[in-house]
Antibody, heavy 118, light 108 residues
Framework: EVQLLESGGGLVQPGGSLRLSCAAS????????MSWVRQAPGKGLEWVST????????YYADSVKGRFTISRDNSKNTLYLQVNSLRAEDTAVYYC???????????WGQGTLVTVSS | AIQLTQSPSSLSASVGDRVTITCRAS??????LAWYQQKPGKAPKLLIY???SLESGVPSRFSGSGSGTDFTLTISSLQPEDFATYYC??????????FGQGTRLEIK
């Protein structure tokens, strides 16, 4: 069974940092682009970032560019999102998803909540 | 960035109804469109990819059509478990991939 399991969310003060992780299983992780998508409370879906299968290429939404960094460890089947300089408007559930880029996102994790508040 | 506009934003329907949700792109995206279903407190689930291809395991009452700028998601006979929010997403002009604002389907 294909599974994605996020972790690393929590309550952080404005300006703080977190590292989100997404552990993948049930598919050949190294063969797929992976993405992060977030959803603010009561709002719609917002794409955050995508990384290529090899990890060489990464893309970011303008709203997070320069503050967030996506990475992956194909030996550990794990996707990461380093989130720095957090703002109140970054408060959201962060989902990792299989695919993205020029394909649909076929599998999603259960999400991890990031709350930015003093 | 390409904008996707879904209509309606919300919809009330009854079990057994046929329902259609539309998604209009601000410029042509060929068939690079997906539809997702999201239930409260849950992650989105892929229903349709490439505008009209049914994801494995998704009931056949769901169907998608369209190309270019105009797309539709149709549920042929609503079931109780179909009441949810539906999102379209384009992946033709990337980055960024963009989502529609969502359509909330409620029980009448």
């Amino acid at each position: 069974e294909v599974q994605l399991l996020e972790s690393g969310g929590g309550l952080v003060q404005p300006g703080g940092s977190l590292r989100l992780s997404c552990a993948a299983s049930g598919f050949t992780f190294r063969s797929y682009a992976m993405s992060w998508v977030r959803q603010a409370p009561g709002k719609g879906l917002e794409w955050v970032s995508t990384i290529s299968d090899s990890g060489i290429s990464a893309y970011y939404a303008d709203s997070v560019k320069g503050r967030f960094t996506i990475s992956r460890d194909n030996s550990k089947n794990t996707l990461y999102l380093q989130v720095n300089s957090l703002r109140a408007e970054d408060t959201a559930v962060y989902y990792c998803a299989k695919g993205g880029g020029d394909t649909a996102m076929s599998v999603w994790g259960q999400g991890t909540l990031v709350t930015v508040s003093s | 960035a390409i904008q996707l506009t879904q209509s309606p934003s919300s919809l009330s329907a009854s079990v057994g109804d046929r329902v259609t949700i539309t998604c209009r792109a601000s410029q042509g995206i060929s068939s690079a469109l997906a539809w997702y279903q999201q239930k409260p407190g849950k992650a989105p689930k892929l229903l349709i990819y490439d505008a009209s291809s049914l994801e494995s395991g998704v009931p056949s009452r769901f169907s998608g059509s369209g190309s270019g700028t105009d797309f539709t998601l149709t549920i042929s006979s609503l079931q109780p478990e179909d009441f949810a929010t539906y999102y379209c997403q384009q992946f033709n002009n990337y980055p960024p991939p963009t989502f529609g604002q969502g359509t909330r389907l409620e029980i009448k």
